[in-house]
């Protein structure tokens, strides 16, 4: 069974930047899409940002266009999430996922597609 661990989120000041890190083991996560969804307190979650298996395709949600960037690298075994100009309506625990089974390569948005996750680092963004 893989582990996806996910590392750099913490306190920003409205306008700052927190880059986010997933570091993944065990399974071959080098073929598999990965995303980042994130959950506010009293709401569902949500989808943020996906990546292909090699990084040639991304998606991402209408609110974070132009101010997140997500990144891997497969070397590495390592998915990024650059934020940027951030809100405090980003604040959330933010959440890195793998899609697998056999259709794993594509991005995907709904976490119903993602089949590993990992346990989640909270963000909070103060005005």
Do not use: H
């Not at 993944?24 to 899409?33: I, K, P, Q």
């Not at 969804?37 to 090699?54: H, M, S, T, Y």
């Amino acid at each position: 069974q893989g582990q996806l661990v996910e590392s750099g989120g913490g306190l920003a000041q409205a306008g700052g930047s927190l880059r986010l890190s997933c570091a993944a083991s065990g399974l071959t996560y080098v073929t598999a899409a990965m995303g980042w969804f994130r959950q506010a307190p009293g709401k569902e979650l949500e989808f943020v940002a996906a990546i292909n298996w090699n990084g040639g395709s991304t998606v991402y949600t209408d609110s974070v266009k132009g101010r997140f960037t997500i990144s891997r690298d497969n070397a590495k075994n390592t998915m990024y999430l650059q934020m940027n100009s951030l809100k405090p309506e980003d604040t959330a625990v933010y959440y890195c996922a793998a899609r697998t089974g056999e259709t794993r390569y594509n991005t995907a948005t709904k976490s119903a597609d993602f089949g590993s996750w990992g346990q989640g680092t909270q963000v909070t963004v103060s005005s």
